[in-house]
């Protein structure tokens, strides 16, 4: 199957007309579980994005991300791409780099896409969760010229694991946020609400920083200085901003979180990769005030 993404059903928008600011976001989707069985009975390896009921389960994840960090401020381009299934995660780690490539060969694509027919020469930041921060990590460390590294304001690249051996090996191009200016970086960390619940699938992370207080060292910041979660609201009918819900603190290059409630994103099913108290799945919007304020300061706006 060969993707094409100078066609419009491999991008969530697409079209000059939603060029208007002077930075982008290009972001990258993390582990969608929509893909069915197949004829055979089995889960496939990868999503099949040919299917319009696959695309539209990344959707929702996408227009929230636009919505609360892009809206008003940055362009906003994300590609559909052949994510791995859960299944390969539950793989040797051999064979999940294997499986990797093909899903990193369709994000290398697009972003050249994006750099050569969308961007215009314009700064961009680097927006991921989970799976779609591994992408853009791979992104980084051999995806993208020299040239477009400098137009890099910063990557966002929430729940994953940077590990020694990548900081040792891409040192000039991996480099991990020192505080809440700093361009050119990679913006880190993996939540939890102990050390006892660390996922196995993240444990042998080396970076994080404080989206509190933009620190790397182990300083408490308080709850006063959380900005806002940013969470759908049935009541609402929209997206509602939540502020002070919890305070953080750096232990072991993980981002504690004391105050949330671990069952805000447990699932029973999953328990062995995300135990009880791993916050993996509230990375992308437990900070969301903050993180959305730091862009705007890293981007000069």
């Not at 993404?5 to 208007?20: A, D, P, T």
């Not at 880190?188 to 992370?205: C, E, G, K, M, Q």
């Not at 993996?280 to 705007?296: P, Q, T, V």
């Amino acid at each position: 199957m060969k993707i094409d993404y100078s066609q419009e059903k491999y991008w969530f928008e697409f079209s000059s007309q939603y060029i208007g600011k002077g930075i982008d976001i290009f972001y990258v989707y993390p582990t969608i579980n929509s893909e069915p069985l197949s004829n055979k009975g089995d889960v496939p390896c990868y999503t099949d994005i040919s299917k319009p009921k696959v695309r539209k389960a990344a959707t929702k994840n996408q227009s929230y991300n636009k919505t609360v960090y892009a809206a008003g401020d940055f362009n906003f381009f994300a590609p559909y791409y052949r994510q791995m299934t859960t299944k390969v995660f539950a793989m040797s780690q051999k064979e999940h780099k294997r499986k990797a490539k093909l899903s990193f060969g369709d994000i290398q694509k697009a972003f050249q896409y994006y750099m050569e027919h969308f961007n215009q020469g314009r700064p961009f930041i680097l927006l991921g969760h989970s799976q779609g921060s591994l992408m853009l990590l791979e992104l980084i460390k051999r995806g993208m010229t020299e040239k477009q590294l400098g137009q890099m304001v910063a990557a966002y690249l929430m729940g994953y694991e940077i590990t020694t051996k990548v900081l040792e090996k891409f040192p000039d191009r991996v480099k991990p946020a020192t505080g809440e200016l700093d361009r050119g970086c990679v913006i880190s960390y993996n939540s939890v609400t102990s050390l006892d619940a660390i996922s196995p699938l993240l444990a042998r992370t080396q970076v994080c920083i404080n989206p509190l207080n933009w620190k790397t060292d182990g300083s408490l910041a308080p709850q006063e200085l959380h900005k806002g979660i940013v969470r759908y609201s049935k009541e609402k009918r929209g997206y509602a901003t939540t502020p002070h819900y919890t305070s953080a603190r750096i232990e072991n290059h993980f981002l504690v979180c004391k105050d949330v409630d671990p069952n805000v994103c447990y699932d029973e099913k999953i328990k062995e990769p995300f135990p009880f108290g791993n916050l993996h799945f509230a990375d992308s919007w437990l900070f969301a005030e903050n993180i959305k304020g730091n862009m705007r300061k890293r981007a000069g706006i």
